[in-house]
């Protein structure tokens, strides 16, 4: 019978990060400038490694070459997701991504990056930034060449709970004072835009203005989230989105979830709470990887959970 796989986090240093990933969840993170903790990941810049278990020691990026009957035998020649916790003191710079196609050619055969973030928590009046005013690239050249930034970017208000799906070519930036989950393709391409002048060891951070201005969507558009809602007396399940690369779900439990086969597998993170996945018990800040085979399953405890599978492409 297959077993669960639990995940040892990556975390990452940089300097908007804060120290929320200790205070929230516990986990022991290397300073008080830990801004992303890599919760499932099979990327090279920061491999999980497997927790206890069959595998304990392995990593999942060598799972994922060496142990392809785990996945269901999806195709790939990496791990395809990556899930992040995101603790932002400070605002990350305006960014963007590229898409399948500009990434393979231009960043050395690397996946585009489609992501989406769901608000764990941010201080009263935080903001978010996705999309741009700008009708053409023409005039989206000229708003960042005069730095006319308030102007040329469009801000949301955010409160807890809220979801949002970012397509390839939508210039964003999350705010400080937010703590979100993020669900991504595994990619670790991005183009800075700005970063409000900032200094990183005495020199500002690269900004990469030609492959922004190649890969910005314009004029922006943004689509709704999905947003189904089904409701028991023992959980709340809203499905958030189902893209090609991914399908994201969140549950909260009061009692007893069942849970079908997945198709392939799931990525499962506890964002709050604690409870058992079959006979297994598990607790805030767990992240896990039901395997393919592992089938029907049921979930006990008072819990928030985040349950993400792979898209179908
Ligand atoms: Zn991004």
Not at 97 to 124: F, M, Q
Not at 227 to 237: A, H, K, P, Q, S
Not at 256 to 283: C, H, I, N, Q, W
């Amino acid at each position: 019978m297959a077993e669960l796989i639990f995940l040892e986090p990556v975390f990452k240093e940089v300097i908007w990060g804060g120290d929320a990933l200790h205070t929230r969840f516990g986990y022991d993170i290397p300073g008080d400038h830990t801004g992303e903790c890599w919760a499932v990941s099979g990327h090279k810049n920061g491999d999980c490694r497997i927790r206890g278990g069959l595998w304990d020691g392995c990593t999942l990026g060598q799972l994922w070459k060496e142990h392809r009957e785990l996945f269901g035998g999806e195709e790939g020649d990496q791990f395809p997701i990556l899930i992040k916790l995101i603790d932002a003191r400070q605002d990350l710079s305006i960014q963007v991504h590229p898409d399948d196609v500009y990434a393979r050619e231009h960043e050395n055969g690397s996946l585009g990056k489609t992501e989406c973030w769901y608000i764990l928590d941010c201080e009263p009046g935080t903001e978010i930034i996705i999309g741009h005013n700008a009708s053409c690239k023409e005039e989206l050249k000229q708003m960042i060449d005069e730095g006319r930034w308030k102007e040329l970017l469009r801000t949301h208000p955010i409160h807890r709970g809220d979801f949002f799906q970012i397509e390839p070519g939508t210039i964003h930036a999350i705010k400080g004072g937010t703590l979100l989950i993020e669900t991504q393709q595994s990619s670790d391409v991005t183009y800075r835009v700005y970063d409000y002048g900032r200094l990183q060891d005495g020199k500002p951070r690269p900004l990469h203005l030609k492959q922004s201005l190649d890969v910005i969507t314009c004029p922006s558009s943004v689509k709704d989230s999905l947003r189904e809602v089904e409701e028991t007396e023992d959980y709340r399940l809203e499905k958030l989105v189902e893209c090609a690369y991914y399908g994201v779900e969140h549950l909260t439990l009061h009692g007893t979830a069942s849970r079908r086969t997945p198709a392939l597998y799931e990525m499962v993170g506890v964002l709050d709470g604690e409870g058992a996945v079959g006979k297994t018990a598990v607790k805030k800040g767990d992240f896990f990887l039901i395997p393919w085979g592992y089938g029907d399953y049921e979930l006990r405890g008072e819990m928030e959970l985040m349950i993400a599978r792979p898209g179908k492409i």
